[in-house]
C-alpha cells in the first residue's frame, strides 16, 4: 500500500500562480511514478504531469510551458504558473507501482478566476 498526502491548492486570478505538494508513504520502494491528474465537472480525469523514478517527466499538451513538476519519487511538487480559468478542476495525486497499481490521493480543488 502507499498513501498519499496532499497540499496546496486554493482560489487564485488568472495569470497567478500555485504550488502543489504531494508526499508518498508506505511501500514506497514499489513506486514506478508519481504525478498529478486533474477533473473538471463533466470530464474524465485526465494526466497533468507525472514524473518517474528514472527522473523523465511528462506534461499534458495544456500545460507545458506553464507548469513544472519536480521533486523526489517519493514527494513531488507541481509548480503552475500562468494559471488559466481552463486550468480549474480537482487536482489528484497519483502513485503508479511497478506492478501497475494506482494509489490516489483525495483530492485538492483548484480554482482559477477570470
Known amino acids: 500500500q502507499v498513501q498519499l498526502v496532499e497540499s496546496g491548492g486554493g482560489l487564485v486570478q488568472a495569470g497567478g500562480s500555485l504550488r502543489l505538494s504531494c508526499a508518498a508513504s508506505?511501500?514506497?520502494?514499489?513506486?514506478?511514478?508519481m504525478g498529478w491528474y486533474r477533473q473538471a465537472p463533466g470530464n474524465e480525469r485526465e494526466l497533468v504531469a507525472r514524473?518517474?523514478?528514472?527522473?523523465s517527466a511528462n506534461y499534458t499538451d495544456s500545460v507545458k510551458g506553464r507548469f513544472t513538476i519536480s521533486g523526489t519519487i517519493d514527494h513531488v511538487y507541481l509548480q503552475m504558473n500562468s494559471l488559466k480559468p481552463e486550468d480549474t478542476a480537482v487536482y489528484y495525486c497519483n502513485v503508479l507501482t511497478h506492478a501497475q497499481e494506482n494509489y490516489w490521493g483525495s483530492g485538492t480543488q483548484v480554482t482559477v478566476s477570470s
Open positions: 514524473v518517474t523514478r528514472s527522473g
Open positions: 508506505g511501500r514506497i520502494f514499489s513506486i514506478y511514478a
